[in-house]
């Protein structure tokens, strides 16, 4: 018989080579792996020769990527890119791959091979680092590069579409004096307590980010839930909220929401009409949190009636009383809990 001298020269390598080696037919079904293959995947040579390299496939990568792959591998060329694998043992691993059709002597494909190398560790480093660039440290909210880039891609659906969605500004009342009086780790637990509380308060599809200092911003994707969505947050953020000082503290908001298409067609004009709602219901003043829709004509609405908030009745207040709330904790506290921790 002659020999295959493609699939022997292909074998003579791979047994020599500590990357993941594979063979293949025309049609994909493994006709051999090298021992390097075996230690990355779990898979012996004797479980996957007559099976195809789909018996790897993690679910993760689309259709698409592997009819891309094949049709690069059909017009005679090499395919480079990293794969999302599953081992033997249902773990996931990143494999940098290359895959080239093997040449006959007479210029036909008879077979493919394969090389690759586990590289996990450096596809986490660059998904850390694509997460640091685009998330807000203190929270691990989207910040304000990556919420400007989702309104830009939901404008532009929409527009092709014709679909509506609403974008509101929050701004947390009083978080100026919770930093000054007490100092930044409470300010810290303020915001964290906020951005869970918004997080909690909108849908899944929606977003949810920290624009800077005491800002955040959401995208709600349905314009008709938004009133529904806007007493959640008012109601969440007013509830009560221990922020280290061994006392329970609301943490009222003010916010602004602006609509595409109605209120402006894109992203300039919907964030400045959400900021001067926003600003508008923070004028209004009164005790609890606070939201209006953007049009100077349009209604503030509250989480609580202006009389609940002052007195001694438990309700909401106003940035000064919570202010005055919180010196009140510290001082009940401050015998108990040193500032700056035990003395020696």
């Known amino acids: 018989m002659k020999p295959d001298t493609a699939l022997e020269r292909a074998t003579w390598l791979l047994e020599r080579s500590d990357e993941a080696g594979i063979v293949t037919d025309l049609h994909g079904r493994i006709e ?30 689309s259709p698409e990527f592997y009819r891309q792959l094949w049709a690069c591998l059909s017009s005679g060329q090499e395919f480079h890119g990293v794969l999302l694998n599953r ?21 036909r494909v008879l077979h493919y091979m394969a090389l690759g190398r586990d590289v996990s560790q450096r596809e986490q480093a660059l998904e850390k680092l694509h997460f640091d660039a685009t998330h807000d440290g203190l929270t691990r909210l989207p910040n304000r590069t990556l919420f400007l880039d989702r309104l830009a891609q939901t404008l532009h659906r929409a527009a092709r579409n014709g679909e509506h969605f609403a974008v509101a500004l929050v701004d ?11 100092g930044h780790a409470a300010g810290d637990e303020a915001l964290q307590a906020v951005a869970e509380r918004l997080a909690r308060s909108v849908r899944q599809a929606d977003t949810t980010a920290r624009l800077g200092g005491d800002e955040f911003a959401l995208l709600l ?3 008709h839930e938004v009133g529904r969505i806007m007493r959640t947050v008012l109601q969440a953020c007013d509830e009560a909220q221990t922020l280290g000082l061994g006392h329970r503290m609301p943490l009222p908001v003010s916010v602004g929401v602006a609509r595409y298409p109605e209120d402006g067609t894109n992203a300039s004009d919907l964030m400045r009409l959400a900021d001067e709602a926003m600003y508008r219901a923070k004028r209004a ?43 009140v904790a510290w001082s009940q506290r401050a015998t108990r809990l040193p500032l700056n921790g035990p003395r020696s």
């Not at 033997?88 to 007479?106: A, N």
Request: hydrophobic letters at 35%.
């Open 32 to 61: 051999y792996v090298n021992a390097a293959f075996e230690a990355m995947t779990g898979y012996r040579r004797a479980e996957v020769l007559g099976r195809t390299p789909a018996l790897l496939k993690s679910g993760r990568q």
């Open 87 to 107: 081992r033997h043992d249902g773990s996931l691993y990143h494999e940098e791959k290359t895959i080239r059709p093997l040449f006959e002597t007479d210029g």
């Open 172 to 182: 947390l009342n009083g978080f100026k004096g919770i930093n000054d009086h007490f």
């Open 221 to 223: 994707h349905d314009v």
């Open 285 to 327: 003043g009164g005790p609890g949190s606070r939201w209006a829709m953007a049009g100077a004509a349009s209604e503030v609405h509250r989480a609580v009636p202006p009389s609940a908030g002052d007195g001694d009745g438990g309700g909401v207040g106003d940035g000064a009383t919570l202010l005055k709330r919180m010196r």
